[in-house]
C-alpha cells in the first residue's frame, strides 16, 4: 500500500535559519506529491505540489522537488519566520481506481521558530 | 469566504451519544472527502463522494458511521453510540475539476468523556 515517512520532530529553529523536512513514500506507479501546512487551531492548507519527477513545488518561499529515483520530496526554506511556525505534513495522491484521489499523510513534522 | 466550512467546530459528548458533523464545500466543487486526525498522526480517509454519491468508503469507516451528501451539496457525518476512541479531528475536503487539489475545512474536533 502506499506510505508516507517524514522526519519528526519537533525542529526548533532560529529565525532566519535553513529549513529541511525529510519525506519519502512509498507507492506503486506515479504519485502526485504534496506538502500541506497546519496552523494551530487550523484545517489543512495546501503549501505546494508536484504532479511528476524532477517537478518543483514552491509556494512562499517554500520549495519541494520530486525525486523519484530517492522517492523522495523533501521540503525546504532558506531563511524561515516566525510566523511559519506550524506544523508541516508530506502527503501522496494516487487515483484509487474507483473515483478518488484520496490522499496519505505522514505524520507530521511540528516546526517552531524562536526569535 | 467561498471556503470549505464546517459545523460545529468543537463538540463534546459522553460515551454512547450520537453526534452528527456538517461540512459545506467550495459552491463549485462537485467532490467531498471526509479524513479524520487523530493526536499527533496525519489525517487518515474515510470515505468520498462525487455529487451525491458515495463512492469510497474507509476500513475505518465502522457501521456506527453514516455519510451522506443529499443533493451533491453539503455532506454529514454521523456517529452512533460514540466511542472514547471517537475522539478525533474531523476533516472535510472539497475538490473541483481541477483534480488533485482538495481545499480543507477547518475541522470539527470531537471529544468523547
Known amino acids: 500500500g502506499n506510505s508516507v515517512t517524514q522526519m519528526e520532530g519537533p525542529v526548533t529553529l532560529s529565525e532566519e535559519a535553513f529549513l529541511t523536512i525529510n519525506c519519502t513514500y512509498t507507492a506503486t506507479g506515479y504519485p502526485s506529491l504534496f506538502w500541506y501546512v497546519q496552523y494551530p487551531g487550523e484545517g489543512l492548507q495546501l503549501l505546494l505540489k508536484?504532479?511528476?519527477?524532477?517537478d518543483k513545488g514552491s509556494n512562499k518561499g517554500f520549495e519541494a522537488t520530486y525525486r523519484k529515483e530517492t522517492t523522495s520530496f523533501h521540503l525546504e526554506k532558506g531563511s524561515v519566520q516566525v510566523s511559519d511556525s506550524a506544523v508541516y505534513f508530506c502527503?501522496?495522491?494516487?487515483?484509487?481506481?474507483?473515483?478518488?484521489?484520496?490522499?496519505?499523510f505522514g505524520k507530521g513534522t511540528k516546526l517552531s521558530v524562536i526569535p | 469566504d467561498t471556503g470549505v466550512s464546517q459545523d460545529p467546530r468543537h463538540k463534546i459528548t459522553k460515551r454512547g451519544q450520537n453526534v452528527t458533523f456538517r461540512c459545506d464545500p467550495i459552491s463549485e466543487h462537485n467532490r467531498l472527502y471526509w479524513y479524520r486526525q487523530t493526536l499527533g498522526q496525519g489525517p487518515e480517509f474515510l470515505t468520498y463522494f462525487q455529487n451525491e454519491a458515495q463512492l469510497e468508503k474507509s476500513r475505518l469507516l465502522s457501521d456506527r458511521f453514516s455519510a451522506e451528501r443529499p443533493k451533491g451539496s453539503f455532506s454529514t457525518l454521523e456517529i452512533q453510540r460514540t466511542e472514547q476512541g471517537d475522539s478525533a479531528m474531523y476533516l472535510c475536503a472539497s475538490e473541483g475539476a481541477r483534480r488533485e487539489t482538495q481545499y480543507f475545512g477547518p475541522g470539527t474536533r470531537l471529544l468523547v468523556l
Open positions: 508536484a504532479t511528476k519527477a524532477d
Open positions: 502527503a501522496l495522491s494516487r487515483y484509487s481506481g474507483a473515483g478518488s484521489y484520496q490522499l496519505t
